[in-house]
Each structure stands twice: as structure tokens, then as C-alpha cells.
């Protein structure tokens, strides 16, 4: 039987979890009181006006619950403003707030600058053909 460190996914699950633990140290250690799953809501937000909490929590792959709770953090941390949807009641309307664009802005170039320490010593090719490998694992999933 294999052992787990010859198993393609759990390397890949593995990378994540560094990668992720890295750069929320990163953070921590510039004083951003933001997580990384925070960062992902703000961006994705920001990136796309007007996504209901389901279609925020598709997109950063976590389950509606852990998204609601971290788009309440958000909105208490003043990032991110909650108002009623007009139409349906039911619904709310997300915003990121001035500070929130300022979070955003201020954490990007720790974010470029963790993408560039975790990426060197490969070359654009084997970054390119790696995103290319890991979107065919993708579609044969779905």
C-alpha cells in the first residue's frame, strides 16, 4: 500500500496548507489583524459586486456557514457594510467599506511578495504548465 507522501493529493493539500500557514504569519507579523479566509472574502468582493453569500462562499470554497460568520467579522471589523436588499428583504447587500479598500490595498504587496517566495526557483514554463496540469485535475472533476 502507498504511504500518504506518494499520493499527488495529499502533496497538493499539503502545499496549501504551508503556503496558507505562511502567509498568515506574514500578515501577523505586519500587523494586519485580518485572516487570510478575511483577505479572499474582501478580494473576492471587491472583484465582484453584488454576490450573494452563496456565491461568495462557491467562489473562496467554504461552506455558507464559515462565510457568514467571516463576512460578520468583516462587517464588525468595519470592512465590509451590510445593508438590506431593497427588493427582497431577506437578502443583503455587501459593500467594502473605505477601510476595507484600504486593508486591501495595504496586504497586496505582502500577498505578491508571498507569491514570489513561494514560487522562486521555478521558472514561468513549469508555473504555467503546473496551472495547466492542476486545471485538468480540475475538469475531470466536475
Do not use: H
Amino acid at each position: 500500500m502507498e504511504k500518504l507522501d506518494e499520493i499527488l493529493f495529499y502533496t497538493l493539500e499539503k502545499s496549501i496548507k504551508i503556503y496558507r500557514k505562511f502567509a498568515q504569519n506574514k500578515l501577523n507579523e505586519n500587523g494586519f489583524d485580518i485572516t487570510i479566509d478575511q483577505w479572499l472574502v474582501l478580494k473576492t468582493l471587491q472583484q465582484n459586486k453584488s454576490l450573494s453569500q452563496n456565491q461568495i462562499a462557491e467562489l473562496v470554497f467554504k461552506d455558507i456557514a464559515s462565510v457568514t460568520r467571516i463576512i460578520e467579522l468583516l462587517v464588525k471589523k468595519k470592512y465590509v457594510k451590510r445593508k438590506i436588499n431593497t427588493t427582497d428583504r431577506r437578502k443583503f447587500e455587501l459593500e467594502i467599506s473605505n477601510s476595507g479598500a484600504k486593508i486591501i490595498e495595504d496586504i497586496y504587496p505582502i500577498v505578491t511578495t508571498n507569491r514570489k517566495k513561494a514560487l522562486s526557483g521555478l521558472a514561468l514554463n513549469e508555473i504555467n504548465n503546473l496551472k495547466t496540469l492542476l486545471e485538468k485535475l480540475i475538469r475531470n472533476c466536475i
